[in-house]
């Protein structure tokens, strides 16, 4: 299979790359530099120079193409617009492939999120679809679930679309911006690895390799129209987290009360994520798809040392 692929040279792209070649695929890659062409070439991919602005040459290339793997975004926008302004420039995106890709029964997958579903009180499973675009009992935008519903919508359209929600830790030795290496870097500057209450609200984690053969077997063999979910290890304490973290930098674990998770800068940017429950399961992913995690898990990851570098 020809396949496109955007975000080739970031964390899940330069691991879904290897993945399809070794599965036989041949791969052509975006590039906006001469380093990112550089880096797709070295790992046997194609290069075709545009950027992710250039909505006709995304279809040319989608046009050109036996499938589609999204894994992209405009992180030039996150200073001065934020996720908004990342989504709103997801969004014609995933439509210029819908017009390219209408009615040829081509697969297009795209990165989305595991909390799209919102909090259930269960683990969601991937029947259950992204929220509309604002989650009325926090008040907040789901920006990522437009561009979501989106790309699963194009199924009508002919398109063999489907969405890899992600967790929030995808780890390996190459997770260097994270939610976990950022997690270990606020317990490094607070002294302490912090939970918020009990810490009894679940997160989950899937080994970065893992997920890119999710995105290889969805592309190869997924229904149109469904979320598959990337998860290895489900429903991890935050609690448990912290204390793996707290344990391997020889600092305290302790639990931070509500009223000063609150305090401006006290986790600064994963305030809401640190206190929010993202319980998953995969089980129809892995029937489906025929999927199993290969991979070391979260806490055997940590346990290998690449997050806690001596020195």
Not at 73 to 99: K, N
Not at 244 to 271: C, H, K, N, W
């Amino acid at each position: 299979m020809r396949v496109f692929i955007t975000g080739g040279t970031g964390h899940a792209g330069s691991h879904i790359i290897p993945e399809l070649i070794a599965a036989g695929h041949e791969v052509t890659g975006l590039a906006r530099s001469d380093k990112s062409a550089a880096a797709l070439s070295a790992q046997g991919a194609k290069v075709r120079r545009g950027d992710l602005e250039d909505l006709d040459g995304l279809k040319e290339a989608a046009a050109d193409s036996d499938g589609v793997i999204h894994v992209a975004h405009r992180q030039d926008l996150l200073p001065s617009g934020g996720m908004d302004a990342v989504a709103a420039a997801e969004l014609p995106i995933m439509l210029a492939y819908g017009e390219a890709l209408e009615g040829s029964g081509k697969p297009l997958v795209a990165a989305g999120s595991i909390g799209s579903p919102g909090n259930l009180g269960r683990p969601a499973t991937e029947q259950d679809p992204a929220l509309p675009s604002r989650e009325e009992d926090k008040g907040t935008l789901r920006v990522r679930n437009v561009v979501e519903r989106a790309v699963v919508g194009l199924a009508e359209q002919g398109v063999r679309s489907s969405i890899v929600r992600l967790p929030l830790i995808a780890h390996d030795t190459t997770d260097s911006a994270g939610f976990l290496p950022g997690l270990i870097a606020l317990a490094r500057e607070k002294g302490f690895a912090g939970y918020p209450g009990d810490g009894a609200n679940l997160w989950c984690a899937v080994h970065i390799r893992d997920v890119a053969s999710v995105f290889r077997l969805a592309l190869e063999k997924g229904p149109a129209g469904r979320y598959w979910h990337a998860i290895a290890d489900a429903e991890i304490p935050f609690r448990e987290i912290a204390e793996a973290i707290g344990s391997r930098l020889d600092l305290p674990t302790v639990s931070v009360p509500e009223d000063v998770l609150m305090l401006p800068g006290y986790f600064g940017q994963f305030t809401s994520l640190v206190t929010g429950s993202f319980p998953a399961s995969s089980l129809i992913t892995r029937q489906t798809l025929g999927w199993e995690p290969a991979q070391p898990g979260l806490f055997a990851d940590l346990d290998n040392g690449h997050y806690f570098p001596a020195g």
